[in-house]
């Protein structure tokens, strides 16, 4: 049972004056479906074109101005707090191609990381800045007139004369595609309009392919640009027709191969292009068969040239095969590693003599590197390559050069800034390459664990539901080490718990600011999510959306049972993980000092319905397709939109939002927080929604600064509510 908690904090802050919260129309509109109708008396609020909706959205912001205006010194303290940890010149580990190394430098005062490279001398092992350096990208020098700035994709092209990149400076995820000489800086005439994140050269470095998504924000073409002709003259080489799938272009480390990728939420289907043609025709791998997933990787080896696949084919967690590069399908498809229930395999990569793998066992990401035989297959077992931290993750870096028995891998943890080493493929030993300066920071002042509470087991796939049985949910605990659990410090719960998504356990600096004022951070990896393999991510989808929730509210009772102060909880998600908060904010708002829904997916019904709206149609195979009878009733049971908690019990709410997000239409949260307001208008002044109304992207500001003063803004908010008031 859920415990009755007051929303108030324990230490309220006094009452300060502050405008009239706004007021939206509301224009009747009933949605009628399956013999259900809905009232949807803010639909209208979905045309940002419409000057009643700007100006509805205006104030909405000037009201968050306004009623947090109290914070604000709050918010200067702790965006220079989280700015001293950050060095004021960073850079990354440098990884070399063939000529030259490339590495990123953050100067000091910039809000942008450099793309930079320098001729590689053997034996050269230099890290980080270099007085040798030519820096080839600086996104500060992109952006304009705007405020933000984002590179889609930044890729060298084999012969290392060309940088191919994208630029969007509006947060809508629409990218200029440019071709920049790496040695001059000059770009070329080479102008493509649309496009979106994934590209893929050719072997001889003229020719490029880049994805274009269309109005619904799906990438489904890979177009091919030959440099040096005019971008009308561009050839479509591929279409995916099926509006559920997603595409891709990579070229394979090995250079010789072009893979596309189309993939739903759980279908792909590959097809590949000669690198060395790139004019020639893709060639499919295996045809797309529902619910199998297949990831390709091309190898040269002794044997002949082969193709490595990740499957689910026969293998829930995942399994390696191989088959030959020129009869690839699945009737030729040979085992190699067998499925391992106990880890999720995710990936393979392909060197000149090994193969490294990622996969994820007890809930931590790792390498697996093999010798591959005389035979072109990997020698069993392979080599482990893990985190040296504790409770840290591993993954593979930057690795550009075929020809290596080496890989770069970076580890880090909630407590031990990033970490750069260089593992021998055949020992597994490392060496030290870099560890990014974390100035103003005490590693062992800090604590980070990881606990199991448990949730009910609700529904699970092809089960019915035991309300007796329990599943055990990994939560990630950090705190000073100073502070106890045992039931007296306030507490910050974060969740997500969809797309199969996994949360490692990255250093961040902020976090520092919430720590150092006695809050346990706790990150709750619920069902939806991947950390604990598919069967967590299928246990967590479709009509199983709500077991996500319950692990939440689960989470936060087993916290409150003895480990944080019942009374201080605030709880805090973004995009699917908005969803998570509003739904926990209705199923439970007596659980809540505060709730932060970041961009939410909040309307769930109305958006699936809607094929034009961005990502509606391939996340049917995520949340669910409402025009079927079943679907459309179990979204309806969780949706917030239509399930607002009843007034008088409900705990303060901060809601964000973007003009220019194509994931989550601002309309969803603007929706959301009207409906709120007119339903319990003595709560009305307890919420706010901070809604960007110029150049914003979906996860907030760009900028390491910029994007360190909007966390500082969402800390302050919460340190508010957990009664953490400065003066305190």
Request: hydrophobic fraction near 35%; charged fraction near 25%.
């Amino acid at each position: 049972m859920l415990s009755a908690v007051t929303t108030e904090h324990a230490h309220p802050r006094p009452e300060i004056s502050a405008p009239v919260p706004p007021t939206a129309a509301r224009r009747d509109l009933v949605r009628e479906l399956h013999g259900d109708t809905r009232s949807d008396p803010y639909a209208w609020l979905r045309d940002t074109a419409d000057p009643a909706v700007t100006a509805y959205l205006e104030e909405e912001r000037s009201y968050y101005d306004a009623a947090t205006r109290h914070l604000q010194s709050q918010v200067r303290t702790l965006s220079e707090e989280m700015a001293s940890r950050v060095p004021a010149t960073d850079w990354s580990v440098s990884y070399r191609r063939v000529h030259y190394s490339y590495y990123t430098s953050t100067p000091s005062g910039s809000e942008y990381a450099q793309l930079c490279r320098r001729s590689y001398v053997e034996g050269d092992d230099r890290h980080g800045e270099s007085a040798d350096a030519h820096v080839l990208l600086d996104p500060a020098e992109l952006k304009g007139d705007s405020t933000y700035v984002q590179v889609g994709l930044a890729l060298v092209s084999p012969d290392e004369r060309l940088l191919a990149y994208s630029v969007d400076t509006t947060g809508e995820e629409v990218f200029e595609l440019r071709f920049r000489e790496a040695e001059t800086g000059v770009d070329l005439a080479d102008v493509v309009a649309r496009s979106y994140y994934s590209g893929a050269w050719s072997a001889d470095s003229g020719t490029f392919f880049y994805t274009v998504h269309d109005a619904a924000y799906r990438p489904y073409q890979v177009w091919r640009h030959r440099l040096g002709t005019a971008t009308a003259s561009d050839v479509c080489v591929f279409a995916e027709p099926d509006a559920r799938y997603d595409v891709e272009v990579r070229t394979s480390r090995s250079g010789d191969v072009i893979e596309i990728a189309t993939v739903s939420r759980d279908t792909s289907e590959v097809w590949l292009v000669d690198a060395n043609a790139p004019e020639s025709a893709p060639r499919c791998v295996e045809p797309r068969r529902p619910g199998v997933e297949y990831r390709c990787e091309h190898a040269r080896t002794p044997a002949g040239d082969r193709l490595f696949v990740v499957t689910n084919d026969g293998a829930e967690e995942f399994r390696l095969m191989v088959a030959p590069l020129d009869e690839p399908g699945r009737a030729n498809w040979t085992e190699v590693v067998a499925e391992d229930a106990d880890e999720r395999l995710y990936s393979a990569t392909a060197f000149a003599e090994h193969l490294v793998t990622t996969l994820r066992r007890d809930g931590r990401l790792m390498a697996r590197a093999y010798r591959l035989t005389e035979a072109g297959v990997p020698q069993l077992p392979g080599r482990d390559i893990t985190a040296g931290v504790p409770h840290g993750t591993l993954e593979l870096d930057s690795n550009e050069l075929y020809q290596t028995r080496s890989v770069q891998v970076l580890e880090q943890s909630h407590t031990a800034p990033p970490s750069w080493y260089a593992v021998d493929l055949d020992t597994a030993e490392r060496r030290l390459l870099l560890r990014r300066e974390t100035p103003n920071y005490d590693p062992d002042a800090y604590v980070s664990e990881s606990v199991m509470l448990p949730s009910p087991a609700g529904v699970g796939d092809g089960e019915e539901e035991n309300p007796g049985s329990r599943v055990e949910v990994p939560v990630t605990l950090v705190r000073r080490a100073d502070v106890a659990l045992d039931g007296t410090a306030p507490c910050l719960l974060y969740g997500y718990g969809a797309y199969e998504a996994c949360f490692e356990p990255e250093f961040d600096p902020a976090l520092f600011s919430l720590l150092d004022r006695g809050v346990v951070y706790a990150h709750a990896h619920v069902r939806g999510g991947g950390e604990r393999g598919r069967r967590w991510w299928l246990d967590g989808r479709l009509e199983h959306k709500q077991n996500t929730f319950s692990d939440h509210l689960a989470v936060a009772e087993g916290l409150a049972d003895g480990l944080v102060d019942k009374a201080r909880i605030v709880t805090r998600g973004l995009s699917a993980g908005g969803l998570l908060q509003g739904a926990v904010f209705s199923q439970a708002p007596g659980r809540w000092a505060g709730v932060i829904a970041e961009v939410p997916f909040v309307d769930v019904v109305t958006t699936m319905l809607d094929p034009t709206v961005p990502l509606t149609v391939n996340e049917w195979d995520e949340w669910g397709d409402p025009r079927r009878e079943a679907d459309y009733a179990w979204m309806l049971a969780y949706s917030p939109y239509d399930n607002l908690p009843r007034a008088g019990r409900r705990p303060s709410l901060l809601v964000t939002g973007a003009v220019h997000d194509p994931r989550v239409m601002v309309s969803e949260p603007a929706k959301w927080v009207a409906a709120l307001r007119y339903t319990d208008p003595e709560w009305s002044a307890r919420c706010v929604f901070r809604v960007e109304l110029g150049a914003g992207a979906h996860v907030g500001p760009s900028g390491r600064f910029a994007h360190l003063r909007y966390e500082a803004e969402i800390a302050a908010w919460a340190l508010d509510r957990l009664g953490l008031h400065p003066e305190s």
